[in-house]
């Protein structure tokens, strides 16, 4: 059962646009992260956010920024995209208790993927 | 750095037979990280299989094990036979510090079990 919500599911738009994912979950975690997977398939993390603080955040242009307004929501905007932004974007949680036994659990979206042309 | 390698895919088994797909991992900043195994099912999102935390100890989850070896730094994904359900990607992972916040992904693995 998804607990990770993400949309919009698919996003086609072109260079220089402005782009925003959303993403909430339902389970009561306290950390929120996005993910993307490029067209080699390879997860790269790129933000954390832990209770609504920046907690990780990649070596990812600035055209990105998360926006987080509370624990269950943490969007992302793409200000100006570029043809390597294609790629699918997934939003995932987990329990805020990181070094106790949910450490690396997470919980994902189905994904978000953009098409930049 | 932190990484993680795994079987390239396709991988393309027929219903009933073994399987292992493997994973490799180089940590930098802790010795022994934790180590999991994720699966991505048809039309759902990405979730957890299985997790191994100490060294030398085995993970097990719908038929599916897999053991941490800190002597070969692998933690390949086995399971005796095989079912078309079992049809996914893999994706081998690794929590290279528990005072950080990410987990690190291999590539996946796509599996199709042929009926």
């Known amino acids: 059962e998804t607990a990770v919500f993400q949309t919009p599911n698919y996003h086609v738009t072109q260079v220089g646009n402005e782009v925003s994912f959303n993403c909430k979950q339902t389970?009561?975690?306290?950390?929120m992260y996005w993910y993307k997977q490029d067209s080699k398939k390879l997860l790269k993390i790129m933000f954390s956010?832990?209770?609504?603080?920046?907690?990780v955040n990649e070596t990812v242009p600035r055209r990105f920024s998360p926006q987080s307004s509370d624990k269950a929501h943490l969007n992302l905007r793409i200000k100006s995209v570029e043809p390597e932004d294609s790629a699918v974007y997934l939003c995932?949680?987990?329990?805020?208790?990181?070094?106790?036994?949910?450490?690396?659990?997470?919980?994902f979206g189905e994904g978000s993927k953009l098409t930049v042309l | 750095g932190d990484s993680v390698t795994q079987t390239e895919g396709p991988v393309t088994v027929s219903e009933s037979e073994s399987l292992i797909i493997n994973c490799t991992y180089s940590?930098?900043?802790?010795?022994?990280?934790?180590l999991f195994w994720y699966v991505r099912y048809p039309g759902e999102g990405l979730q957890l299989l299985l997790k191994?935390?100490?060294?030398?100890q085995k993970g097990s989850s719908r038929g599916f094990e897999a053991t941490y070896n800190k002597e070969t730094t692998s933690f390949h994904l086995q399971k005796a036979s095989v079912q078309e359900s079992d049809s996914a990607v893999y994706y081998c992972?690794?929590?290279?510090?528990?005072?950080?916040?990410?987990?690190?992904f291999g590539k996946g693995t796509h599996l199709h079990v042929l009926p």
């Open positions: 995932a949680s987990s329990h805020g208790d990181w070094g106790g036994a949910n450490t690396g659990q997470l919980y």
């Open positions: 389970l009561g975690h306290d950390t």
């Open positions: 956010y832990n209770n609504k603080q920046l907690i």
């Open positions: 940590a930098t900043s802790i010795a022994y990280p934790n």
């Open positions: 191994v935390i100490t060294a030398g």
């Open positions: 992972a690794l929590v290279p510090d528990t005072n950080a916040y990410k987990v690190i």
